[in-house]
């Protein structure tokens, strides 16, 4: 496989009347590149859209939802990694943190935040961050080693899909975006590598079947994207739907903006508080984090979403222990 700048596509005879063909690529320097079948893998920047619209078919149309995190991260190394002592992604008030293991005694540390939290910007600067990590209970001792660089501070873009194939009918043929060239997420979950490797994997046969029939090949594409990817995008898109409102709500000392007895929220929640009380629904839980079944797809097995509830109504709703508000900006000051 072959990665290059394209200054343009290629388009021969019509598949489809309209419908630009692509059999190749022009590259940036001028050479061209014939191709059977052209795989885009250039990211969540993909010119390709304006590529299809400039070979003459219709740009296709984006699909977005801006949850709007900034993230923080400052990495460590030391001769042991930290205990975990709380989940990996804890979302602690109107912040949240997000702690990674690596190797070779290296790790991470993220904290991030709505982009509207003025206060929180703050932890750019090494004190302000370290300050607020030692507020953490549970995730202090994330910052027992050496503090490896500056603070890398960025601002999601939106959660993301392109349509390539509209009303049945594809925007070009010849040509198959895949991974975040397709679609994309906030990073707050970690599943872009998991969900870019999905398509690929579910990709692969579609192009070995159909290489030679540009039509069904666009089709194959549209399915097997629905049927794995688009679902595990949405799944991610709705982790963000519940929580950057709440974000926004604490920040301006607000109420929960959410109503708990709506199924869609306490669902989720119950889930995610019962996993730390009971190993069986831990195990379902990591199925989902892990990206191997689906949220709904677990809760609809027996016994289930009876076992959840049970555990659920049992305990207090868990929550990462941490500074309220107000205290937070008092770490700031």
Not at 105 to 111: F, K
Request: hydrophobic residues 40%.
């Amino acid at each position: 496989m072959t990665f290059i700048t394209v200054g343009c596509l290629v388009t021969g005879t019509e598949v489809i009347p309209g419908v630009p063909h692509v059999i190749g690529v022009r590259t940036e320097v001028g050479e061209t590149i014939d191709a059977r079948v052209v795989v885009d893998a250039g990211g969540r920047r993909s010119p390709l859209s304006s590529l299809i619209e400039a070979a003459g078919g219709r740009r296709p149309p984006e699909h977005a939802f801006e949850a709007g995190f900034v993230y923080n991260t400052r990495y460590y190394r030391g001769p042991q990694l930290p205990e975990p002592r709380d989940d990996l992604l804890s979302a602690i008030g109107s912040i949240s943190v997000l702690t990674l293991p690596g190797d070779n005694g290296w790790w991470s540390v993220t904290l991030y935040h709505s982009p509207r939290d003025k206060q929180m910007r703050k932890v750019r600067d090494p004190k302000a961050f370290g300050r607020v990590l030692q507020a953490l209970p549970n995730h202090a001792h994330w910052a027992n080693g050496d503090p490896q660089g500056d603070i890398f501070s960025m601002a999601a873009t939106a959660n993301t899909t392109r349509e390539f194939v509209v009303d049945g009918k594809p925007c070009a043929t010849g040509v198959v975006p895949l991974g975040d060239a397709w679609g994309f997420t906030n990073p707050s979950i970690g599943r872009g590598i998991t969900l870019g490797l999905m398509h690929v994997v579910d990709m692969a046969p579609a192009i070995a079947e159909h290489i030679d029939d540009p039509l069904q090949l666009a089709g194959e594409w549209e399915r097997r994207t629905g049927d794995r990817p688009a679902r595990w995008h949405a799944a991610t898109v709705g982790f963000d739907r519940l929580r950057a409102p709440q974000v926004d709500a604490f920040l301006q000392g607000l109420d929960d903006p959410f109503d708990p007895s709506d199924p869609s929220v306490a669902g989720p929640r119950a889930f995610a508080s019962a996993a730390h009380y009971d190993p069986q629904v831990l195990q379902w839980f990591f199925e989902v984090t892990g990206c191997f079944t689906l949220p709904g797809d677990v809760m609809a097995r027996q016994g289930v979403l009876e076992r959840v509830r049970e555990v659920a109504s049992s305990a207090p709703p868990y929550s990462s222990p941490g500074p309220n508000r107000a205290e937070l900006e008092e770490v700031l000051a």
